[in-house]
């Protein structure tokens, strides 16, 4: 099936493309802890940051869609640069 004229290949020029779970080892690195899981939604939270918490939706190998990852880093208090140097490790 032919893709949208309007939509990004995978890993395409200024998109990221990731799973819930790698997105959960990024905030992980970041000092972030999963505290809570309700069916495929983890909510990890940031002990230095009280009454800070995000929730990612872990759908088996499905990638998360960019907006979802935007909103996630913005409350979460990650800039798209740090985020990138805390993905590569």
Known sequence: MPMHPNARERGGRGSTTLTGSELVRVLARAGWEV????????????????????TVAVHGNRDLPEGTLRAILRRAGLSREEFEVLRRG
């Open 35 to 54: 505290e809570r899981q309700s069916g495929s939604h983890w909510r990890p939270e940031n002990p230095g940051r009280p009454r800070n918490s995000v």
